[in-house]
């Protein structure tokens, strides 16, 4: 069993507590927070010990009927390896720590790349990820891009990707951001940042990005177009897609043209918290001409880097060699099957 702490239990470090708590291989040994709130609640309805980083703020959680396992050095000393999901930048912060405690550590992509020195995405260099100590699992937009420009790249060889990102502006859960009436360019400057944060994973690849933030909490929508080096078949394309264990293919017959309405359907599937692990690539809009490919895909922020978090942790406990395997022990435990097969 390899034994994991995940430090900072929000959004992202939720669901990964969940999805390793799912696989025959790994086990949660705690969890910590900051302040004793609903997600508080939730880890102890898990079962999983709580631990929490400032140690003078145990009264508040017991008064509240929490109990403190210790604090986050503490959870860490039963860990084979943490996962680190607290806010960007205060990820870094903690390096020295695991440095201390000589702790294998998974940085999020709200972290430099320079953080753990590499940047993982599973479907692209898993074996370069084992016996790491330390790995950054790229942002949810770059796991995206990562995915099918790298199928596409194996298959037809990319000249060149222009991707044009239109973000979320906040997680549902969060109140305090937005904007609630605006489209903002983020930034204005072209390229934005998800270009370089690509070639961490894919340094060969030339892509340009931009970027915009509009008010919705579901997902993102990507505008993708490749230029490929080979003529592409869109046929074969599709079967990329949905042979691709980590994308899906909304099809024509769903009916489904915005992310409100696939979120309806992943939680009308009975997904865990509507998750959408996968990309999620809409096949009417596939259109392949020559050597241009475009298509729209929709990437669910606080899933799609979940599934990633799982296989880094396999891959640096050099307990699966083959990133296949990986992946789909991870998906099978998730009881998770594309999007393509329930329409
Ligand atoms: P979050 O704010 O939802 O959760 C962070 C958690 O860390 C909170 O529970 C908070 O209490 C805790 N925390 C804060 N300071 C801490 C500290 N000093 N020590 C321990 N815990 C602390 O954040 P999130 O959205 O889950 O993001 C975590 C990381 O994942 C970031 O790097 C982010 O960029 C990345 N990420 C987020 C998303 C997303 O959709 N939210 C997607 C991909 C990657």
Redesign the pocket.
């Known amino acids: 069993m390899i034994k994991v702490a995940i430090?900072?239990?929000?959004?992202?470090?939720k669901r990964v507590a969940d999805a390793v708590a799912a696989q025959k291989d790994m086990k949660v040994v705690g969890v910590?927070?900051?302040?004793p709130n609903a997600?508080a609640f939730v880890a102890k309805q898990r079962g999983y010990p709580l631990y929490i980083?400032d140690l003078s703020k145990k009264p508040a959680f017991e008064k509240v009927g929490l109990s403190v396992a210790g604090s986050?050095e503490d959870m860490c000393k039963q860990a084979d390896v943490v996962v680190d999901?607290?806010?960007?930048d205060?990820?870094a912060t903690?390096k020295p720590l695991y440095e201390k405690l000589g702790i294998r550590a998974i940085w999020?992509?709200?972290?430099d790349h320079e953080v753990a020195g590499f940047s993982f995405n599973s479907s692209c260099n898993y074996k370069d990820a084992i016996g790491r100590k330390f790995v950054r699992v790229v942002?949810?937009n770059t796991t995206g891009l990562c995915r099918i420009i790298h199928a596409i790249d194996q298959e037809y060889g990319v000249a060149h990707v222009h991707a044009i990102m239109v973000r979320r502006g906040s997680?549902p859960g969060e109140i305090k951001k937005g904007p609630i009436d605006a489209i903002v360019l983020d930034p204005v400057s072209v390229p934005s940042h998800h270009g370089p944060d690509v070639l961490t994973v894919l340094p060969r690849i030339s892509i340009t990005t931009m970027a915009m933030i509009v008010p919705t909490t579901m997902m993102h929508m990507h505008a993708i177009q490749i230029t490929t080096k080979k003529d592409v078949a869109r046929d074969r394309v599709i079967e990329l897609i949905k042979t691709h264990p980590r994308m899906g293919l909304i099809k024509k017959s769903a009916g489904i043209k915005s992310t409100a309405e696939l979120k309806e359907f992943a939680m009308d599937l009975g997904r865990p918290r509507s998750d959408l692990y996968e990309n999620c690539i809409f096949e009417d809009s596939i259109y392949a001409n020559g050597k241009e490919l475009c298509f729209f895909q929709a990437i669910h922020?606080?899933a799609d880097?979940v599934v990633e978090n799982i296989d880094a942790i396999r891959a640096m406990m050099g307990a699966e060699k083959d990133a296949a395997k990986s992946i789909k022990m991870t998906n099978d435990a998730l009881g998770f099957s594309p999007i393509q097969n329930n329409h």
Request: charged share 20%; glycine share 22%; with cysteine.
């Open positions: 430090n900072g239990y929000g959004t992202v470090g910590s927070k900051t302040r997600e980083a986050v999901a607290t806010p960007g205060i990820g903690n999020q992509g709200g972290e942002s949810c997680d922020q606080e880097i």
